[in-house]
């Protein structure tokens, strides 16, 4: 029988508890760090089953840890006794999970008070606090990471269970961060991935192409959230993809919903046999790798078109979107040279080193590179449509045709050879300010001779153009 959310959660806070119990057992004082870890990690698990008002009771704790971290308290027997309290307290709203919640909601509020914490839910961390952004962003890029890992273990063993469980446990200690919702995108996308999981988990689906689509795009999401937060940045309202996520999440759970439940005995034949049939999902199921990297690239094509706007935008922006669009074309160029689509993956690398060569650009040669790029992105659009290797052939030469004019230099306007030399009035005018400057150098205590001596020789050489025009340049 199919267990349910709440006995995972169960079995799950049982084990930080007894961690925190052992950790809490020491005959010296505790590990701090690893306190306000275990506290984190149930925090998260309990919003992620949905239980409030245990996630508020381990904030709690973790508030002490933080307290005991930044020596605000100090160990003693006081607070070795209110955080075994606290544990066993959390340990009997655990077994009572499936009780009225108001209950739960009471006791975890009077826990906080007798852990010293106000009556109030915690505000969400500063916004504008450096060193959150930046750890922060550092944990997101950690979960990035994770699920890059996971991809390339589920695209070749789609039923393999661990990547899954991995997910999960990055995913857990980082849903118990005060605020991390709040962020364009990060919310959407981890609980996607979450919910996602656990519906693979609860119907023992294989992963499919839609779920590696969803995957990837949250990877796409908090690896672009990250990169900011670890700069220093903080993420706006633009869309990091989170609408699309959602969009992806509910496609993949509504095919999962329509899934058809066949019996068991349809599986087998009345007679003997031997029964040979054609078998059309095996020639399918070759097809839907390719389908999937069209879904993909569609997806990567998506972002270099916003990023391409953005860099046409100008303005402080433009050099920051040119950077991540060099990025997400190396991005393509990988995926495409991994389905077998080397003429794509060869485009992709020529774009991602014309942007990169033009990354340094003022703003108006950025703002020129975008619309360049337009013609680009479309012919790379009609390649993924198109059917018939001809029609993909005519696509590829199209986006090199327009690559060339990407990376073809501008025509240098020729510059008259007169239009650099003084005119005669000039010449002498010239020559007035130098004869000046250098007497200037002549008149102070300690005069710099060199300086002078060579000022005097560019005088002489002015006046000799002045009077016989002999095309002395500026």
Known sequence: MART??????????DYLQKFERVLDTQEAPDADELRRLARALRGSARMA????????????????????????????EVRAALGSAVTEIREMVGAVEGPQKDLAERAAD??????????????????????????????????????????????????????????????????????DEIPSVGAAVAAVEEVILRIADTSATVGPGHLVLFRRAQQALG???????????????????????????????????????????????????????????????????????????????????????????????????????????????????????????????????????????????????????TTVEALRSYLEASEDEDRGKAIDRAEESLGAVTQPSEVDVVDIESLTYSPEGALARARELSSEAGGLLQVTEPDFDRAHLLLEEVLGLVQHALHGTGVTR
């Open 111 to 180: 826990l906080a008070k007798r852990l010293g914490e106000s009556a109030a839910a915690p505000p969400p961390p500063v916004k504008d606090d450096e060193r959150f952004r930046r750890y922060l962003g550092t944990e997101l890029r950690g979960l990035a990471s994770e699920i890059g890992d996971a991809l390339g273990v589920l695209e070749r063993d789609p039923r393999n269970r661990e990547p899954l469980k991995n997910l999960l446990r990055r995913i857990r200690p980082l849903r118990g961060i005060e605020g991390v």
């Open 50 to 77: 949905d239980q409030d008002a245990i996630a508020r009771a381990a904030g709690a704790v973790q508030a002490v840890a933080d307290d005991l971290l930044a020596g605000r308290r100090h160990w003693g027997p």
């Open 224 to 374: 672009d959230v990250a990169t900011e937060l670890i700069r220093g940045g903080e993420p706006g309202p633009a869309p990091y993809g989170g609408a699309e996520i959602e969009d992806l999440k509910e496609q993949v759970l509504d095919t999962v919903a329509q899934r058809e439940v066949t019996w068991i005995s349809e599986l087998f034949y009345d007679g003997a046999g031997p029964h040979l049939e054609d078998c059309p999902m095996a020639e399918q199921g070759a097809g839907s790798w390719e389908a999937f990297f069209a879904l993909e690239a569609t997806g990567t094509l998506d972002t270099i078109e916003r990023l391409r706007l953005e860099m046409a935008g100008g303005g402080t922006g433009a050099a920051k979107a040119a950077e991540r669009l060099a990025y997400t074309f190396r991005q393509l160029r990988e995926r495409a040279v991994i389905f077998g689509h080397a003429d794509l993956g060869r485009v992709a690398r020529r774009a991602a080193a014309a942007v990169r060569a033009g990354e340094d650009s003022p703003a108006s040669r950025l703002d020129v590179l975008a619309v360049e790029f337009e």
């Open 5 to 14: 959310l709440l006995e995972f959660f169960a079995d799950e806070a049982g």
